[in-house]
């Protein structure tokens, strides 16, 4: 689950993670009255949306699709403002919040649809000397949380690895030691930090991690972190995720989860405890288990095309879960064609046939979709799908699903193969 910049930054805060002073609004009075609440005389305004770049980020509307389209490649230089702006008045407080609100940013990891800006967050100026970079993760190739600093801070971390890889400096922690003060220090040493400066980075650090093990965090990151001229290091901008399977833990952290931030068929998907994520393609996938999943979108780009989602029901879906599944399938108008894979273990193949056959029926079927099928009661299945009289495309194998899928998909309704 992720969260807001704002909401990140609360959630730091009760860590003692140092962060500047600011107040969320959704109109500009009210930016500008959060404004008055803070010293100035300089303030920053951000667009409050669950995506990166948004100081390269440009709003739909003030600038041409070209320079959309050089901000989705990530191509720097592209002229006019973005959705973190500088503001030396009140007045300007106002408009900068009035140009975002209601507006669609665009940034390298929206996509080309953007995102509509509903609030924005004022936040008190301060005095930079240095910009830098912190995490922590799961390492999972160690089974450890894993703490990266990076002196390369306001810089997306991918690219400092790609070019910079020795500018990246990690430490990991022993789940039975924990965060060590000496890892912290070892930190500092890196980032080329002393004295105070040293001092106020080893508190915030030792804070991002506590903020990490005590929310189930998936992701804690701060770029930048920023040491000011008065040598206190601070986390100019913080962005967290939180481990879906550990919120019943935390409902102060799921109470914070914003529904109209998310894709809405994934958020239907989640009241029916489906794995769901949509992808940019145009062939709809349902499957049962993760790897057949990722499998299963393998299969279908190997063989030309591209799928729209990835959709797991897993092993033990119901019925009623299946044909929800399916409607968020088609509910999607980027899918031309759908491919139901199933491997019946847990779950049994006639089971998956019978919900896909009372999703059809319940929505109709406007695109090509094929059927395969294997494992437990697989031969139900397949008679409950001859029988239906429905134009399903039936395969025996997922090399034959994913070529009839993209061709149907390709060739339209009027050519679907038999």
Partial sequence: MKVHEYQAKDVLRR?????????????????????????????????????GGRGKGRFRGEVSEDVLDRVLKGEDGVPGRGGVRLARSLEEVGGHAEAMLGRTLVTKQTGGSGVRVRRVYVEQGCAIARELYLAALLDRSRSQVVVM????????????????????????????????????????????????????????????????????????????????????AIALDAKMTFDDNGLFRHPEIAALRDLLEEDPNEVEASKHDLNY???????????????????????????????????????????????AGFRIITSDPAVRGILVNIFGGIM????????????????????????????????????????????????DSMEDAAH??????RAGRSAWPS
């Avoid at 193949?349 to 109709?364: F, H, P, R, S, T």
Wanted: charged share 15%.
């Fill in 15 to 51: 860590f003692g993670v140092a962060v500047p002073h600011g107040g969320s609004a959704t109109t500009p009075a009210e930016a500008v009255e959060v404004a008055r609440t803070l010293p100035g005389p300089v303030w920053v305004v951000k667009a409050q949306v669950h995506a």
């Fill in 149 to 232: 600093a990076s002196t390369e801070g306001g810089t997306e971390i991918e690219e400092v690895a790609a070019h910079h890889p020795e500018r990246i400096h990690k430490v990991w922690v022993d789940p039975a030691v924990g965060f060590a003060a000496f890892q912290a220090r070892q930190l500092g040493f890196a980032l080329g930090l002393a004295g105070g400066s040293l001092a106020s980075f080893q508190r915030l650090v030792t804070g991002l991690v506590a903020a990490y093990h005590g929310t189930d965090a998936s992701l804690a990151e701060v770029n930048p972190l920023v040491i000011t001229e008065a040598g206190d």
């Fill in 277 to 323: 994520i949509k992808l940019s393609g145009d062939i709809g996938c349902m499957v049962n288990g993760a790897g057949l999943a990722m499998a299963t979108m393998d299969i279908i780009k190997l063989n030309g095309g591209e799928p729209a989602n990835f959709l797991d029901v897993g092993g033990g879906a119901t019925l009623e879960r299946v044909a």
């Fill in 348 to 395: 049994k193949c006639d089971v998956i046939a019978e919900g896909v056959l009372a999703a059809v029926a319940e929505v109709g079927l406007s695109v090509p979709l094929v059927v395969r099928l294997e494992g437990t009661n697989v031969e139900r299945g397949r008679a409950l799908i001859a029988e239906s009289g429905l134009p399903v495309i039936t395969a």
């Fill in 404 to 409: 009839k899928v993209v061709a149907a998909a």
